[in-house]
């Protein structure tokens, strides 16, 4: 490793270094076995030469290590990580895709990102690659692998589905009921949002930061913000941070108690859905008045925080009462119960080796949270990070039940310490030119929310890369289904909730 | 009982019957799906709106799958006229009906064998993955389904000596003492069950899900569009109403008329009418306490439905 180019923060540590593409699979095996995280990976256009950025994270402490690996324009190749991490290996296929660096080694070297009907050799992150060229029949075919046997067969569904749910096409392999093997296809709503935000200033690239997925709006609307505050050095001040953690966990409820009442839905117990969609209702109301967007828009911007006001503990305990109802309802309901238990199990190993996050790890043991991991303000004793170890539907429904309870226990005590409610510093900075590179990270309801950002010359985005949860969490519903029913897949997929916006970008 | 009733009194018990029954299976439809939604604090459709949809449906382009053959077209006329026919001959009015020599227990239970079967035949024709899903998995929930509602009525037949219903509704009225008999509660209790999984409902289906993949019912009519939905949706809802009249029939048979006069008839009609609400209305509250059970789980519900009617047999034969 050369030219370490670190900067640092209180509480956390950050480094960066770069690093030859022959030295990449010893430095990434370093501080893999070091216990951290594979966070983000992102393909780099620096006009002339292309770069391959590679982010690790761990906590606590705060630690953060960027590789750098700077490649031969005309010949762009990394060696891939793929042995070493599962993550690592659908980021390198996302890069091939887009960017066109190839990973060597790489176990399943097809497109990921890209539909066949894309002409090869078209890499629409790259510099003057120009507008979306005319389709074709195969570009690069995306090959189903067969599965044979008596009675094996096969069901196609989607991408057009019968709800108002976002596009994505399963293909199962039956046996019977059973599930033998699922594959999703995603990226139909494949946007370019990454390139959207190339050019814009640092505040207009929040409208696109809040808009990636509707449901995660003060997720990556927090994350894009910090990754520009760290990179332009602009302190935020501290009542920010608490109004932030705030809208973060608002944002956390009305997600899951609307989860919660869907899983009711897809098992049959409609009564507990009208209950929680009435409560979510609620719930929007309150956004509405703290933000004046019910799905609390505009209340994070580059610089800090700006909310109307913030609940009221009535308005808290009257939430708390009708979720406790709620969950009464639900929990006590034997037929609902049964039908969440042992259904679509993602053990705790699977759940390590994909290196899924949020609800879904939590769910399946592993105690990664990004509000200890990557603290921005102090919870305290009023946050308890929910954990529960069997893995099937009943643990990621026991998982949001338990982190509603934390969340607004948290909102209570940050509603006492709310002191400005109004807390945007000057977007001025310390940094030369306003030019540098920042990673912000928060954990939206879904899980881990990533952003990693270049900014230039008049603090234009030169490149923004986004990771939400879904992306690292979508392999491992195909483990879950194993040995699952193909009536029950509704109810595992609601249980992931996972977004395709936020995976498709 | 035959002689006594005049052919114009017959043919008006014949044709307010399948009225009845092709009005009432949406009206009664909508009435279950306002309970539901009211019980679950929500405002619902009107009453009547399963038959503005029928007429929309009606109106609407009917498209067919190109592979599909006259048996996907077939399919849902047979539902209808399988169903028709049960509430042609069947004794809902009157313990002697048009046709009454027809109405017998088991002719009965296999046109309803017929409907489904038509339709899980419509389904296989289309050729689609869920096509066939739906049609293997209603067929079965029916392989123990049909056996148990057969055999739940030959525990009835047995003390009427017969297998004719109008005469075992005729019988029954003139006993009332055999309906408290442990082979008539049996009985009730595997016909309650078949009524549920003939029919669809929680928790052997969801009737309201848009998720294809766990669909029984629904997966199996997907295909079907315009005046071919409407009918598959208009057959659907007749054969809930008569099962539940049937139902009413066999184990609550008061008001049912025994002698004509048009006072007998308005009488037997307010009967038929309110006993079909409240079972409906029962179904209703019931489906909004269970959730809807694991597939597998199924077979085990209709296979003690099976059990039941098989106890109710022997009861009936053993204790005369």
């Known amino acids: 490793m050369t030219g370490a180019l670190g900067h640092a923060r209180p509480g956390r540590s950050s480094l960066a270094s770069i690093v030859a593409p022959h030295d990449l699979a010893t430095a990434a095996q370093a501080l893999l076995s070091d216990g951290m995280r594979l966070a983000l990976v992102s393909g780099h256009d620096d006009g002339g030469s292309l770069r391959a950025t590679y982010l690790f994270t761990s906590g606590p402490p705060d630690t953060r290590v960027e590789l750098h690996v700077p490649l031969d324009s005309s010949r762009p190749q990394v060696p891939t990580l793929a042995a070493l991490s599962f993550p690592a290996s659908r980021f390198e296929r996302e890069m091939a895709d887009l960017f066109g660096i190839e990973p060597v ?66 293909r199962f392999w039956v046996v019977g009921e059973t599930i033998l093997r699922m594959k999703a296809r995603l990226w139909f709503v494949h946007k370019g949002i990454e390139r959207l935000f190339e050019g814009k200033d640092i505040v207009a690239g929040l409208e696109i930061a809040e808009r990636i997925s509707g449901d995660t709006a003060v997720g990556h609307a927090l994350a894009y913000c910090q990754a520009v505050e760290d990179a332009c050095g602009i302190v935020v001040p501290g009542d920010a941070h608490i109004l ?22 897809d098992v049959g117990f409609g009564i507990a859905n009208a209950w929680a969609l009435s409560l979510r209702e609620r719930l929007l109301q309150l956004n509405g008045e703290v933000t004046g967007h019910r799905l609390l828009r505009g209340g994070v911007v580059p610089g800090g925080a700006r909310v109307d006001r913030l609940p009221r503990p009535a308005e808290l305990a009257e939430v708390a009462h009708r979720f406790d109802e709620l969950v009464e309802l639900a929990s006590s309901n034997a037929l609902v119960m049964e039908r969440f238990a042992g259904t679509a199990v993602l053990d705790d190993a699977h759940a390590r080796d994909i290196g899924v996050v949020g609800v879904v790890a939590r769910a399946a043991g592993v105690a990664f949270d990004g509000r200890l991991s990557h603290p921005f303000v102090d919870l305290g004793e009023h946050f308890s990070p929910a954990r529960h170890t069997t893995g099937d539907v009943l643990a990621r429904y026991l998982v949001r039940i338990d982190e509603v309870r934390s969340s607004l226990s948290v909102l209570a005590d940050l509603a006492t310490r709310a002191g400005d409610l109004d807390a945007v510093a000057s977007r001025e900075g ?54 699952t029913i193909v009536p029950d897949f509704p109810l595992a997929n609601k249980s992931f909730n996972l977004s395709y916006a936020g995976n498709d970008l | 009982m035959t002689g006594a009733w005049p052919l114009p009194a017959v043919a008006a018990i014949s044709v307010l019957q399948v009225l009845g029954v092709v009005a009432g299976g949406p009206l009664l439809v909508g009435l279950m799906r306002k309970v539901r939604c009211r019980l679950e604090g929500r405002v619902g459709p009107p009453v009547h709106q399963p038959l503005l949809d029928l007429r929309k449906l009606a109106r609407r382009e009917r498209t067919r799958p190109d592979q599909a053959s006259w048996i996907f077209s077939a399919a849902p006329v047979v539902l209808v006229a399988t169903t028709l026919v049960i509430a042609l001959v069947a004794p809902l009015l009157a313990t002697d009906p048009a046709f009454g020599w ?69 019988r029954s009225l003139a006993h009332p003492a055999w309906l408290a008999t442990p082979q008539r509660l049996l009985s009730l209790v595997a016909f309650l069950i078949v009524i549920v999984a003939e029919s669809g409902r929680l928790p052997v289906d969801n009737p309201s899900t848009h998720l294809e993949l766990t669909m029984v019912h629904e997966a199996m009519v997907l295909e079907y569009s315009g005046a071919d939905l409407a009918l598959v949706k208009l057959g659907e809802s007749m054969r809930l109403v008569v099962l539940l009249a049937l139902f009413a029939d066999l184990f609550v048979p008061w008001g049912v008329a025994t002698a004509p006069g048009v006072g007998h008839v308005a009488v037997a009609v307010v009967a038929i009418a309110a006993k079909v609400t409240a079972l409906g209305i029962a179904l209703a509250v019931f489906e909004v306490a269970v959730a809807k059970l694991r597939l597998f789980r199924v077979p085990e519900l209709t296979a003690g439905a099976f059990v039941l009617a098989v106890l109710a047999v022997v009861s009936a034969l053993v204790v005369p």
């Open chain 1, 105 to 170: 080694g790489h176990p399943q070297p097809r497109r990921l990102v890209l539909h066949q009907h894309w002409p090869a050799g078209w890499y629409p992150m790259r510099h003057g690659s120009g507008g979306p060229p005319e389709m074709v029949t195969d570009g690069g075919s995306f090959p189903f692998v067969p599965v044979e046997g008596p009675g094996v067969y096969e069901i196609p569904v989607g991408p057009v589905h019968a709800g108002l749910i976002e596009p994505g096409h399963f």
């Open chain 1, 244 to 265: 932030r953690a705030a809208l973060l966990e608002l944002e956390r409820l009305h997600n899951h108690v609307a989860d919660i009442g869907a899983l009711c839905n």
């Open chain 1, 430 to 483: 310390t940094a030369t030119n306003g030019v540098g590179s920042g990673v912000g990270i928060c954990e939206g309801w879904r899980g881990v929310v990533v952003h990693r950002v270049e900014v230039g010359e008049a603090r234009r985005l030169r490149r923004v890369k986004v990771v939400d949860p879904s992306f690292l969490n979508w392999p491992a519903l195909s483990v879950a289904l194993s040995d």
């Open chain 2, 102 to 170: 027809s109405a017998d227990l088991f002719a009965l239970v296999y046109l309803l064998l017929v409907g489904s079967v038509a339709l899980a035949l419509g389904a296989l024709d289309t050729g689609t993955a869920f096509g066939g899903m739906g049609a293997s998995r209603a067929m079965t929930i029916g392989a123990l389904s049909e056996p148990a509602l057969l055999v739940a009525v030959l525990a009835l037949s047995v003390p009427a000596r017969s297998s004719n219903v109008p005469t075992i509704v005729a």
